[in-house]
């Protein structure tokens, strides 16, 4: 596994969680990086996505007003902030990089993936 998700736990409605997708062996610095969802029972759906100089980024409409997605280069991370969670947010999430550098809305576009981290949003 290349990319390692993290950050998922078990928290309230209108909690906020910061998940991260590390790739420690800078394997995709030059690649878009995406986030992507699945709940139980559900096909996996976008979230974000980030391009590899930071911009553009692309984001789900539903999730456009409470997520924030972001990278760090230097410490070759992407984080995705949440805020404002309620249950329909459950899922475990993905990262993913993409075939090439700019940001991409599309699962088509992605190539390899992270284990995945579970978030948990109780009422």
């Known amino acids: 596994v290349q990319l390692q998700a993290s950050g998922g736990g078990f928290v309230q409605a209108g909690d906020s969680l910061r998940l991260s997708c590390a790739d420690p062996?800078?394997?995709?610095?030059?690649?878009?990086v995406g986030w992507f969802r699945q709940a139980s029972g559900k096909e996996r759906e976008f979230v974000a996505a980030?391009?590899?100089?930071?911009?553009?980024?692309q984001y789900a409409d539903s999730m456009k007003s409470r997520f924030t997605i972001s990278r760090d280069n230097a410490k070759n991370t992407v984080y995705l902030q949440m805020n404002n969670l309620s249950p329909e947010d459950t899922a475990v999430y993905y990262c993913?990089?993409?075939?090439?550098?700019?940001?991409?809305?599309?699962?088509?576009?992605?190539?390899?993936w992270g284990q995945g981290t579970l978030v948990t949003v109780s009422s």
């Open positions: 993913a990089a993409a075939y090439g550098p700019i940001a991409a809305t599309s699962i088509d576009r992605y190539r390899y």
């Open positions: 980030i391009s590899w100089r930071g911009s553009p980024t």
């Open positions: 062996r800078r394997t995709f610095s030059n690649n878009a």
